[in-house]
């Protein structure tokens, strides 16, 4: 990946100095405070969709639009992914320019910040990891993965109809209905935890000692003594550095292929423990996210739009969705005593989840390709 944007000796103009990065983290701060208040005006503590995403217990069949929750719930969504996003942002910051900033205000503030925006992110994964999977149910099987309303808990109940026309799913198809329902217990359960989990947190002495820190950066910025006249383009060159070496030791020639049976076995394998291959495009895509950041803060709203980069970005989160996905759908099936057309279909959704891992990847390397072939 070329770096004629970010290398100043290919610049004979000044580069921007601790000013921009001031400004850039004022800004971000402002904005934290500006969607903690509004996400505060909208009562974002009284249903399970309060922070962002929508309720797929909402929905009667998979297929069908989601009916979103009403009384500001959709506000307080938009509040609280603002939140994360500028909480990111300064933190991705801070760690980009260190340097450049008071050492240990910068290291104490970070955590705390990584903290709120991983505490406040769950709730919105747990809800469009469920309509993910649920929606690829659906696509499998060509029947409703939710099981008629009468009958008992658990898997007792009427049995999906079959769809006419496909006699091929039917297998899939008995389970399939039951599978939806097992998911969405076990994560709409995990997400309602998380909202508690997000509600306690806050309301928690903790948040309020991050919120006044991020108010005292919105009017006050701890640069260094030298952050006045230094250029902060080697810094962002050396998070593009780091995001370039990351992408090298990528596993490319694996994501060239259609087919990754080691993804395969160790999704179903009894270790619950994440998949070792994900391990290093997560990073990547944590990466990216820091390049993309240093980006904004060298160039400002002038930034120039780099579409390669957009793409790959997209790819890295679909990689990520996907995975995490399928992890659901093998702890699914490891509950213990299902049915095995339950088991089958869990099966065969964790497979279809891994393809998309697979393709993710692919489309990643197909944008990173471009992008290194496409500069001078």
């Given at each position: 990946m070329a770096q004629q944007h970010l290398d100043p000796s290919t610049d004979p103009t000044a580069g921007p100095t601790g000013d921009a990065l001031a400004g850039y983290l004022r800004a971000q701060a402002t904005e934290f405070l500006r969607s903690?208040?509004?996400?505060?005006?909208?009562?974002?503590?009284?249903?399970?969709?309060?922070h962002g995403g929508p309720s797929v217990r909402a929905k009667s069949r998979v297929?069908?639009?989601?009916?979103?929750?009403?009384?500001?719930?959709?506000?307080?969504?938009?509040a609280a992914l603002a939140l994360r996003r500028s909480a990111r942002r300064i933190s991705g910051t801070l760690h980009t320019f260190r340097p450049l900033l008071d050492a240990d205000w910068s290291e104490a503030i970070r955590p705390e910040l990584a903290w709120l925006s991983g505490t406040l992110a769950r709730e919105h994964a747990y809800a469009a990891r469920l309509e993910r999977l649920l929606l690829a149910l659906h696509r499998l099987s060509g029947s409703s993965v939710f099981?008629?309303?009468?009958?008992?808990?658990?898997?007792?109940?009427?049995?999906p109809r079959s769809q006419p026309g496909v006699p091929e799913r039917g297998n899939l198809t008995v389970g399939a209905a039951k599978a939806g329902a097992l998911l969405e217990r076990q994560l709409t359960l995990a997400r309602t935890r998380a909202h508690s989990a997000a509600l306690q947190a806050l309301g928690s002495s903790r948040f309020h000692a991050v919120a006044d820190s991020v108010?005292?950066?919105?009017?006050?910025v701890p640069l260094t003594s030298a952050a006045a006249t230094a250029d902060l383009r080697p810094l962002a060159a050396a998070a593009e550095e780091r995001l370039c070496d990351a992408v090298a030791a990528l596993p490319l020639v694996t994501a060239?292929?259609?087919?990754?049976?080691e993804a395969l076995i160790h999704g179903l394998s009894p270790d619950p423990?994440?998949?070792?291959?994900?391990?290093?495009?997560?990073?990547?895509?944590?990466?990216l996210r820091l390049h993309r950041y240093a980006r904004e803060?060298?160039?400002?709203?002038?930034?120039?739009?780099?579409?390669?980069?957009?793409?790959?970005?997209?790819?890295?989160?679909?990689?990520?969705?996907?995975?995490?996905?399928?992890?659901?759908?093998?702890?699914a099936a490891r509950t213990p005593r299902i049915a095995p057309a339950t088991a089958y279909a869990l099966g065969v959704l964790h497979a279809d989840q891994r393809h998309e891992v697979e393709a993710a990847r692919f489309a990643f390397q197909q944008s990173w390709q471009k992008q290194a072939v496409g500069t001078p």
């Open positions: 903690l208040r509004q996400h505060r005006e909208t009562g974002a503590g009284g249903g399970p969709s309060a297929g069908e639009e989601p009916r979103e929750g009403r009384n500001g719930t959709d506000d307080a969504g938009d099981p008629a309303p009468t009958g008992g808990a658990g898997e007792a109940g009427t049995g108010a005292v950066l919105a009017s006050e060239g292929h259609p087919y990754n049976a423990a994440p998949h070792p291959q994900d391990g290093p495009w997560h990073q990547v895509r944590l990466l803060v060298l160039y400002g709203e002038d930034a120039p739009v780099d579409v390669r980069l957009l793409a790959a970005g997209q790819a890295l989160n679909r990689h990520r969705d996907a995975s995490e996905a399928a992890a659901a759908a093998a702890a």
